[in-house]
């Protein structure tokens, strides 16, 4: 067992390529042994051209082996293989982990709402040109690819992911990102690790803009299904503050003035306030669901719960401020 293991270790410690004149080279592209002329990407010594007929080809340190070598040297390779690339496999658009795809929701009594799935499948595109280690203000990318939809970045991951402060400066930048992992490329032929990683190393989106913009508006979609099952109280002056608890008059005339703004922090005011629901009676407003859709949990004289959307027109803006005159006088 422990001889396998070391077997493995020393397999993983191979360097893949070796440095001339400023690109990378395999193995057996090279002359034999110290002739190959070559030294480590990663740390400069010089190395030697392994080609037995045992074991795979292989550079060697003349010294010993580093592992931070290796993999300097896998990220060096990948980044001048992407760079001279004519093609590149993108992945699919899958969604992440706070965007799940199809995107769903469950309204107030529930029930799920499905909304439609963004289908980006995967695809094998032309590439134009290629660049490497390009920056986009605080963003340095790797390689830099044009594969005719504009600028693509690509970043290589050998141990580490990209990072989550890089990844949402590319999400401010509006940047397509794909991160191709090539944390299992121990297993692959050194002359096949070119077309592996172009072609065939595990990728995912980083992020895709235009996808996201489309999973936004399924998203939409989905949220406007549920707000229209909300009954709608206001217009017309059918949602009238009637009645006010623990609250003083003026604090309830400013959130009349802010009801209509979506989203506007005075809403939470309302809470504890008494609305009339058409055919129901006064309920208590005492829980605020949804704030961009002013959509309230309010509580019967009964006990029982409704879900209600406040309609921020001039009707109940101006209902509103009449109760909280009214409440002031009475004060």
């Excluded at 010089?46 to 300097?72: D, I, M, Y």
């Excluded at 790797?142 to 989550?164: I, N, P, S, W, Y």
């Excluded at 549920?226 to 003083?248: C, D, F, H, Q």
Aim: proline share 5%; charged share 25%; with cysteine.
């Amino acid at each position: 067992m422990a001889t396998s293991l070391n077997r493995l270790r020393a397999h993983r410690l191979r360097i893949p390529f070796g440095e001339r004149d400023g690109r990378l080279f395999g193995p057996s592209d090279v002359p034999r042994g110290l002739a190959s002329g070559c030294r480590c990407p990663g740390c400069g010594s010089p190395l030697e051209a392994k080609q037995g007929s045992k074991r795979r080809h292989h550079f060697a340190h003349v010294g010993v082996v580093e592992q931070v070598c290796r993999e300097s040297v896998l990220h060096r390779y990948a980044k001048q293989v992407l760079a001279d690339a004519t093609t590149l496999v993108l992945p699919a658009w899958v969604g992440t982990p706070t965007m799940p795809n199809p995107p769903s929701a469950s309204d107030w009594e529930g029930r799920l709402v499905i909304g439609e799935a963004v289908h980006l499948p995967a695809k094998t595109v032309p590439v134009a040109s290629g660049r490497q280690e390009v920056s986009f203000g605080t963003v340095r990318a790797d390689v830099v690819l044009d594969d005719g939809e504009g600028q693509l970045l690509v970043e290589v991951r050998v141990t580490h992911k990209v990072a989550k402060v890089k990844e949402e400066r590319v999400r401010e930048l509006g940047l397509r990102m794909v991160e191709v992992d090539l944390s299992g490329a121990a297993g692959v032929e050194t002359a096949d690790l070119a077309d592996w990683v172009l072609h065939q190393a595990p990728r995912h989106w980083v992020w895709h803009p235009a996808a996201v913009t489309r999973w936004q508006a399924s998203l939409d979609r989905v949220n406007a299904i549920i707000a229209g099952r909300v009954p709608v109280y206001g217009s017309g002056g059918e949602n009238m503050l009637v009645r006010l608890r623990g609250r003083k008059a003026d604090r309830l005339r400013h959130a009349a003035s802010l009801s209509g703004r979506s989203g506007d922090p005075g809403l939470d005011v309302l809470l504890g306030a008494w609305v009339w629901l058409e055919g129901e009676g006064e309920a208590e407003l005492f829980e605020l669901v949804d704030r961009e859709l002013c959509i309230f949990r309010a509580r019967l004289a009964t006990g029982e719960e409704r879900i209600v959307r406040l309609d921020g027109g001039p009707g109940s803006t101006s209902g509103a401020k009449a109760i909280a005159d009214e409440s002031a006088r009475s004060a």
